[in-house]
Nanobody, 121 residues
């Protein structure tokens, strides 16, 4: 079992940047993979980025080249660096602890509470 706590969301202008953090209640070294999802109003939750224990990464096409996922096992933390933000990036962002399997991310039932990201002028 693992508890996840996200932070770092907020209001930012288009073209701006934010860094989200997700702190796990146990060592991320022991977690196979971590992922960031987002859910906009009226839409389904979607995978934004994931990172394996070997630091292999997956990105949604819509964020490639703009977002970067990383992990710091010493701090039990996974980050999502978001640059060149667009209004369509507005959503609640959730952290998940799951599995990296055959170049795909498989989410678990362990989710954080979410952090709101709003991109607006």
């Amino acid at each position: 079992q693992v508890q996840l706590v996200e932070s770092g969301g907020g209001l930012v202008s288009p073209g701006g940047s934010l860094r989200l953090s997700c702190v796990a209640s146990r060592s991320t070294f022991s977690i196979n993979a971590m992922g960031w999802y987002r859910q906009a109003p009226g839409k389904e939750r979607e995978l934004v980025a994931a990172i394996s224990s070997a630091s292999r990464t997956i990105y949604a096409d819509s964020v490639k080249g703009r977002f970067t996922i990383s992990r710091d096992n010493a701090k039990n933390t996974v980050y999502l660096e978001m640059n060149s933000l667009k209004p369509e990036d507005t959503a609640v962002y959730y952290c998940n602890a799951g599995l990296y399997s055959y170049s795909s991310y498989v989410p678990s039932a362990y989710w954080g509470q979410g952090t709101q990201v709003t991109v607006s002028s």
